[in-house]
């Protein structure tokens, strides 16, 4: 990668791990369902007019809607809302990959290999680090919220990943359209009208500034940037770079937020990183399978005065490229 490249990978990472303190501050503006239903609603509007629907079948872009939006950033929101720290949230979020392993494993016959399976075992070590350190002195259904959080964002990667789509931001767009109406239903019958107004009346630059920052720069700035990134070098290459983010996010969050960093969570964050880090690692390339062309004529047609090897050379000719 392209010094520049390298820069915007590190920026993008960057922008994804303060968004958890944006995230935690927003959360003293708006209850939980109606902040990501605002968040997804500045995010879809106006944008959705300026990009064409992107060539894929809409289950893709509903199931993706409702993984990514409701499931994964409803219970994130939910779960910060109710005592998880933001640097924590963005480390064990990160759990993600081992879901979409898993998922992948069961939907679509991936087999991880071995040091997939390793890796995944010192991820899931992390967490049960994690989950120690959270549950002596915080929430445990905090905690348990975020994990149900990756799972939801390992069920959308696995979707995305056979919805295939030619463009990642138009997609991310027309998704962010799926969720707004199933948050704002489930925020008036669990957060309530008084309160869901009482928020949106209690409206100021900081939480319009919170929505554009978490809707345009994480959202829509994120999201096309990596895939930019995504379009000019193999995943491979690009993928590890969200390992930076809960790097970002526990150093923001202690800085921003005065969140202590204990032993014990620096430990499930280099059990956690270092197992995504495993995870995430390519599969090896299996060599190139030979195939040998069936013979243009069968053997007993041929002509008498066609020798043998006229029939092998026109069938290598008429083999496709790379299967002779």
Known sequence: MRPLHIALAVLIAAVWGVNFVVIEVGLGHFPPLLFSALRFLAAALPAVFLVGRPAVAWKWIIGVGLALGVGKFGLLFIGMDQGMPAGLSSLVLQAQAVFTALFAALALSERPGRVRVVGMAIALAGIGVAAVDEGADGPM??????VAAAACWGVSNVLTRRAAPPDALGFMVWVSTVPVLPLLALSLLFEGWDRDMAALAALDWTGVA???FIAWVSTVFGFGAWGHLLRHHPAS???PF???VPVFGMSSAALFLGEPISPLRWCAAA??????ALTSLPAGRRGPTILLPPPAVPPLDRHPARP???DIAEALHRAPPGRA
Do not use: C, N
Not at 141 to 146: G, K, R, T
Not at 271 to 276: A, E, K, T, W
């Open 308 to 310: 043998a090897s006229a």
């Open 237 to 239: 290459s690009v993928a």
């Open 210 to 212: 919170i929505i554009l």
């Open 141 to 146: 259904l905090a905690f348990v919220l975020v």
């Open 242 to 244: 969200t390992l930076l």
């Open 271 to 276: 059990l956690l990183v270092g197992g995504v």
